[in-house]
């Protein structure tokens, strides 16, 4: 058994405690010798140390205290054990297998605890036993939370109520993001700067400017926004840089000039691609249907690259390594180019704002803003994942309604709000809060799959405000050890 990588349940660890069954006396870490008295009542309430009032001769002196047992050193800290006064009484942190880097475990009134390592100590029988006993259910279970196993401690409104304010909070984040970037992009269209290339420290003036209708009403500017930050949805954590920075070279404007092209759409897509990097070379092309494609896109281009003065990016800036084949950055480009067509020839910004205000049921307005962005696979694409070979299966679309669902609640969202905010229609934008606490997400997340189900909270992520939230309360409070100042945390950590 590896036991570095595997995790054995605890009940199986506080049998070997309890039953005492050792081929040899216990030492701890720092070979302190241990001789256990009584072996402490084992704890059945929710919350706290496996044993109480344990009996325990450590080197020279007796303690009479609790004893924790867990399956490596770093759950001490990982499970809260160091912010959570219920601890404060243990004498003995018992684990399956230590760390020689770590010998001891503090409390959160800053007590030392020594450690003791019962592997070492078992006989072959008892090491077959813990290896029959190993958790392969483990990859599914969570330590993400410090408070997953205590959280139950907590009524199911506290929790959802917390959940809410991180996710609306959240939201308010992305919103401001977005409106910095308005800045940046009035900024950039006044003084005619053109980026990635030139770089450039937003003016004081500029940070403190405030948005105008005017400002607003240059097209151009709610596009670009609107179109990057798609884009950066579209890359997932992976590609997401290289996407925004693709969608920052060749913006709306210089898109625009080509839209009198009879198919627009492949002209989107032969700009994208070349400057992204990504046309294979066409002397090495075996496959019929590729060589005619990449040969237009790289015609077209020829045509198109005199007009072009941004930067250009390689094969080499995108990632596809363990990425499913329809998360792969040529679909998801391709994907963008449809939304581009939409966004540039059929207004869709002025069409989905208008259905913002227009419909009033919830679920119906949700409904017929995502249909926008489910975009089905066609062309060239509906048998390729990329260039050089053919796939499997058919594509059926380039962007499913799961994904949909997710540009909806990072980007859409926001994007409206912000609009609706800066233009003073305030009744619009307290709908928008109102349409985000109703929202369905049709989506998942392991990160937000492990907290809610950390939570018992299953059914409540698929809520966009609070997935929302569970994203929120690990990044902001999870992974910093700001226990003390979460509410859950200040809650069963006492």
């Keep these: ?86 601890f404060n009484k243990v004498i003995l942190h018992v684990v399956l297998k230590g760390d020689s880097r770590h010998n001891y475990v503090y409390t959160q009134d800053g007590r030392r605890i020594v450690s003791v390592s019962l592997f070492d100590f078992l006989s072959e029988v008892e090491k077959q036993k813990l290896t029959m006993a190993d958790d392969g259910s483990h ?33 308010k984040k992305k919103c401001e993001k977005m409106i910095h970037r308005i800045r940046e992009l009035i900024y950039l269209s006044e003084l005619k700067i053109k980026e990635p290339d030139v770089r450039y420290d937003l003016p004081q003036s500029y940070l403190e400017r405030k948005i105008t209708f005017q400002d607003l009403n240059k097209k151009e500017i709610l596009e670009q926004l609107f179109y990057e930050d798609i884009f950066e949805a579209l890359g997932y954590s992976q590609n997401k840089t290289i996407m925004l920075k693709l969608s920052q070279s060749v913006n709306v404007q210089f898109l625009k000039s080509f839209r009198e092209d009879e198919n627009y759409v492949r002209t989107i897509e ?3 691609f070349n400057v992204g990097g990504l046309i294979p070379d066409l002397s090495n092309l075996k496959d019929e249907e590729t060589s005619e494609y990449s040969r237009y896109l790289a015609q077209r281009w020829g045509e198109i690259r005199p007009k072009y003065d941004g930067v250009k990016f390689e094969e080499t800036d995108w990632h596809f390594f363990r990425l499913r084949p329809q998360n792969f950055p040529t679909i998801r480009i391709a994907g963008g180019a449809r939304i581009l067509h939409k966004i540039i020839k059929h207004d869709l910004i002025n069409v989905m704002l208008k259905k913002f205000i ?18 089905p696979a ?39 709000y912000v609009y609706f905010e800066l233009t003073g229609k305030k009744h619009c934008s307290q709908k928008i809060l109102r349409v985000l606490s109703d929202v369905i997400l049709n989506t998942e997340n392991n990160l937000v799959k492990e907290i809610s189900e950390s939570l018992n909270l299953i059914d409540a992520s698929k809520r966009t405000v609070y997935y929302q939230g569970m994203i929120e309360l690990f990044r902001s409070f999870c992974t910093k050890d700001k226990c003390s100042e979460c509410k859950i945390g200040q809650k069963v950590f006492i």
């Design 270 to 272: 032969s700009i994208l």
């Design 1 to 86: 058994m590896n036991t570095t990588e595997s995790r054995i349940q605890e009940k199986f660890l506080r049998e070997l405690w309890k039953n005492q069954k050792f081929n040899r006396a216990l030492e701890t870490s720092d070979e302190q010798k241990v001789e256990v008295n009584f072996v402490g009542d084992e704890n059945t309430e929710l919350g706290g140390p496996d044993f109480l009032n344990a009996r325990i001769k450590i080197g020279n002196f007796t303690f009479i205290g609790d004893v924790e047992i867990e399956n490596c050193n770093s759950d001490w800290k990982s499970h809260g054990h160091n912010i959570n006064k219920r």
């Design 358 to 375: 227009e419909i009033h049921n919830h679920k119906v307005l949700i409904n017929s803003v995502r249909n926008l962005f489910v975009i």
């Design 139 to 171: 990859k599914f279970k969570t330590n993400k939370i410090p408070c997953h196993q205590l959280s139950e401690l907590t009524d199911e409104k506290f929790k959802l109520d917390f959940l809410h304010e991180l996710g609306i909070a959240r939201f």
């Design 378 to 416: 066609d062309g060239y694409w509906v048998k390729h994942f990329v260039f050089d070979k053919p796939a499997a299966e058919d594509i059926k679309y380039f962007i499913g309604s799961s994904r949909a669902d997710e540009i909806l609640a990072n980007v859409i969202l926001p994007f409206v």
